[in-house]
């Protein structure tokens, strides 16, 4: 994979390259290689919500002058009813696994969901020369449920499955451009090689990242029953918060998964909101089906840009 070409190729095949359609469900479209681009060409493209008054600097020192409040604290009467929430435009939402470079026994849909390392960092960099800016779960709650404002060109970044090279790849990588991401843990793993320690997750949540809960070993939430949510939810989670000494507020489906009947399941349990994969959102429960896309491994930065502005 060319990662990089000059200007004068990236210039003549950003055209070709935008009018693609990227769609990102359990398997990610490979579209074109268009070769890292330019700073220039992404500014000129508008990824993600408008900024709704004001200035962009404005509005970005709004938003920045105050942490987003707990979601629990937002009164139940300032909460949009779903319609509202639904009508919001969407915040481009990354989905990542591993990050690593790609082995000889890969299988072509596994590279889907592996990274390779300069991959990666390529992508971060387009997001940042991009001007994207991070933002976490409680700003995204904010946003949808009573229109509080984000900083400019918002973008989620989260994290699945608790491997190990999201903490010694993404992490510097991501601290580099000054990013904070979402790591939904699945806790069977804590500890076994290859995957990150529960000392490691406190540090990624110490550090100003969110850890959100994503059962216990990843089995499909849509045939729970009985004991398997006390299993694969009321245990995990509470061993997530025991590590991190926060409250677990959100939550991502295995596999993206999900069915209507979760959903009192997970509210009663304390959750605000759940995060999916690409499909379209639940009309009645918007909160708990926020749209997300694989970052695919065979993705160029342009390719990914493409698909951010398709896809949201
Ligand atoms: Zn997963």
């Known amino acids: 994979m060319i990662l990089f070409r000059t200007p004068l190729f990236v210039a003549a095949t950003a055209l070709a390259a935008s009018t693609l359609f990227a769609s990102c469900e359990t398997k990610p479209a490979t579209a074109s290689e268009a070769g890292s681009p330019t700073a220039e060409a992404l500014a000129a493209d508008s990824a993600g919500p408008a900024v709704t008054s004001g200035t962009a600097a404005t509005a970005e020192a709004e938003a920045n002058a105050a942490p987003a ?10 909460v949009g009813d779903a319609a509202s929430i639904t009508a919001r435009p969407q915040v481009p939402i990354l989905c990542y696994h591993q990050i690593r470079d790609w082995r000889a026994k890969d299988s ?3 590279k889907d969901y592996i990274v390779p ?10 997001l940042a020369d991009s001007g994207y800016h991070t933002i976490l779960p409680d700003q995204l709650y904010a946003y949808l449920t009573t229109g509080a404002k984000l900083p400019s060109k918002p973008i989620m970044l989260t994290f699945d499955d608790t491997d190990l090279d999201q903490f010694t790849v993404a992490r510097p990588t991501l601290d580099k451009y000054g990013y904070k991401a979402v790591y939904f843990v699945m806790t ?7 995957y990150m320690s529960k000392a490691q997750v406190k540090q990624l949540s ?3 990242n969110v850890i959100g809960s994503h059962t216990w070993d990843h089995h499909n939430v849509k045939k729970y029953q009985g004991q398997d949510w006390v299993t694969q939810i009321d245990k995990p989670t509470k061993t997530l918060e025991e590590i991190t000494g926060k409250k677990i507020n959100y939550f991502a489906f295995p596999f993206g998964l999900w069915n209507q009947q ?17 499909e379209k959102r639940d009309p009645i429960d918007p909160l708990f089906t926020i749209r997300r896309i694989i970052a695919s491994g065979y993705w160029s930065p342009r390719t990914l840009h493409n698909s951010i502005v398709q896809s949201f």
């Not at 409040?69 to 300032?78: E, F, R």
């Not at 390392?117 to 387009?126: I, L």
């Open 69 to 78: 409040p707990d979601p629990t604290t937002i009164p139940a009467g300032k």
């Open 108 to 110: 072509k849909t596994a």
């Open 117 to 126: 390392v300069q991959a990666f960092k390529n992508q971060m960099k387009m």
């Open 188 to 194: 069977v793993s804590l500890g076994r090689p290859n």
């Open 206 to 208: 110490d550090e100003g």
């Open 262 to 278: 979760a959903f009192p399941e997970l509210k009663k349990r304390g959750f605000v909101a759940a995060f999916v994969l690409a």
